[in-house]
């Protein structure tokens, strides 16, 4: 099961700016572990946003920031877009030596 | 251009054998990490596990430890995940994709996704 724990689901009105949790321990992001979040659009395969906490692969609008502090971490959309509906998850390892995702949160557009 | 290519929909009863594979292309095959990442129906990702091509070192989730192989042949680029023995629980869309580098970086690159459909 998820040891990062993320709200079910946030929505925001266009152009509005929403925020996603990610929730861990002291043996994953609280150990100094990096976070990484993941974008999936319906029925796609997820995509890279934002690795090592707060950097943006190339493409990746500078709409979408991250952060993270003591045992959690953030992910920031700000400018929301009608494209930006879907499910973001967040990563970080664990020192059980395993990957770890998190629960997942649906962003609705209203 | 890196590319994980999958192979495709598979629809077996429980008790069955299965191999899936990802094939790989566009970089070094045997100089970054691959992994395997579950999506049961309507469910969030999984981490299962990840192997290095170039020594077949091989870590696996403890929550995935004994639920399916992970392999890889550098001679095809192409890394595998079988089951000897399916369960209707191992029904799911199951991912590969490529870490950026050690084992505690992000999945950079993700296949299409090859969808399992076990029954009874």
């Known amino acids: 099961q998820s040891v990062l724990t993320q709200p079910p689901s946030v929505s925001g009105a266009p152009g509005q700016r929403v925020s996603i949790s990610c929730t861990g321990s002291?043996?994953?992001?609280?150990?100094?572990?990096?976070v990484h979040w993941y974008q999936q659009l319906p029925g796609t395969a997820p995509k890279l946003l934002i690795y090592?906490?707060?950097n943006r692969p190339s493409g990746v609008p500078d709409r979408f920031s991250g952060s993270n502090s003591g045992t959690s971490a953030s992910l920031a959309i700000t400018g929301l877009q009608a494209e930006d509906e879907a499910d973001y998850y967040c990563?970080?390892?664990?020192?059980?030596?395993?990957?770890?995702f998190g629960t997942g949160t649906k962003v609705t557009v209203l | 251009e890196v590319q994980l290519v999958q192979s495709g929909t598979e629809v077996k009863k429980a008790g069955e054998s299965l191999k899936i594979s990802c094939k790989a292309s566009?970089?070094?095959?045997?100089?970054?990490?691959i992994g395997w990442v579950r999506q049961m129906p309507g469910k969030g990702l999984e981490w299962m596990g990840i192997?290095?091509?170039?020594?077949?070192?091989?870590r696996y989730s403890p929550s995935f430890q004994g639920q399916g192989t992970i392999s890889a042949d550098k001679s095809i680029t192409t890394a595998y995940l079988q089951w000897s023995s399916l369960k209707t629980s191992d029904t799911a869309m199951y991912y590969c994709?490529?870490?950026?580098?050690?084992?505690?970086?992000?999945?950079?690159?993700w296949g299409q996704g090859t969808l399992v459909t076990v029954s009874s």
């Open positions: 192997i290095y091509p170039g020594d077949s070192d091989t």
């Open positions: 990563q970080s390892y664990d020192s059980s030596l395993r990957g770890v």
């Open positions: 566009g970089y070094s095959f045997t100089r970054y990490w």
């Open positions: 002291s043996s994953n992001i609280g150990a100094g572990y990096d």
């Open positions: 994709a490529r870490l950026t580098s050690g084992v505690q970086s992000p999945f950079d690159n």
């Open positions: 090592d906490s707060i």
